[in-house]
């Protein structure tokens, strides 16, 4: 992996190691409160106001992350992508993503906080000021820097008014590719985990974890996320899965974040063929430079097998590290929040 440190991989969700990924320097401020909850009053779906656009903004963790799809209504309906925000409670600020649907790319965060009632966030290039909140509306203002911060040129403010959920849509559904490699997913899963304790160590010592996965449908289809929470009597992991498909490539890009860890980095890529899925990327672990591979496979209407492996070799040989295997919830038997 070319650009600072790899994305949080699954087997080291248990380690506290902040990931670089370029964050906007922080606000000159640091907020006093507790602000996992700020973004409370965003869950549900907006009208925009001018342009006529649509906001739908699902919660996650709790409320301690969320993600926005945004669909653009004019000239034909299509998603423009989505906001994923991610709060660090060791610093008391948010970090805000915006994800292309058009490529699958990812942009460098946002990074900043509320305070008596105004949210700030900014990266050298742009600034992002939520205001005027009520439970029916707010106002959002966005400045652009062309010299790193000293001087701001505003775009037009976006007023927000809460609407009634959109009805199920045909939006993008055209279009072909491997945008549908992981429709198989969607839904409430049963997990079982074994995780390598110390890899590419020579070690043998595995631990078991069980718990629940969720995926959600984004885009239609062209991007997801899920939430997992595993567990044993003295460990637990809980993580958010970002996937995004680039119809130029027909490649997804698939994102792992850890709550205790909240920063996205870069992902593993690949795609599915012949129903195994292998995305790759390339990163370091213990100070050297490693492989990482994702395998999908095993794949029924009910059950399929995550296995994610390491190379310190370039890829002859490979040494697993996470085997999970997911076997689908019976009906009835779901996670409490509704499905898209």
Known sequence: MAAGMGI?????????????????????????????????????????????????????????????????????????????RLYDPQSRQWRIYWASSKDGSVDSPLVGAFANGRGEFSSNAVRVVYSDITSSSFRMEQSTSADGGKSWRTDPVQTFTRRAPLPQSAVDATAGGHQHDFDFEFGDWHVHLRRLVHPLSRSS????????????????????YGELNVANATSAIEGLTLRLYNPVSQQWSI??????????????????????GEFYDRESFNGKPIAVRFV????????????????????????????AVFHRKPQGDVDERSHK
């Open 255 to 276: 994102y792992f974040v850890n709550r205790r860890a909240p920063e996205l980095g870069t992902p593993v890529v690949g795609r599915f063929s012949n129903g195994r």
């Open 205 to 224: 010592a595995w631990i078991e974890l069980d718990g629940t996965s969720v995926l959600y449908e984004l885009w239609n289809g062209k991007a997801n």
């Open 296 to 323: 999908f496979d095993e794949i029924t209407p009910a059950s399929f097998r995550f296995v994610q492996s390491f190379s310190a070799d370039a890829g002859k040989t490979w040494e697993p590290n996470w085997i």
């Open 8 to 84: 949080l991989k699954f087997a080291l969700a248990l380690f506290l190691v902040p990931l670089l990924s370029g964050a906007a320097p922080a606000l000159p401020y640091a907020p006093a409160h507790d602000g996992a909850h700020d973004f409370d009053f965003e869950i549900g779906t907006w009208n925009i106001a001018p342009g006529g656009d649509v906001h739908v903004v699902h919660p996650i963790w709790q409320g301690k992350a969320s993600i926005a799809e945004l669909l653009i209504e004019h000239p034909a309906p299509h998603f423009a992508g989505s906001l994923l």
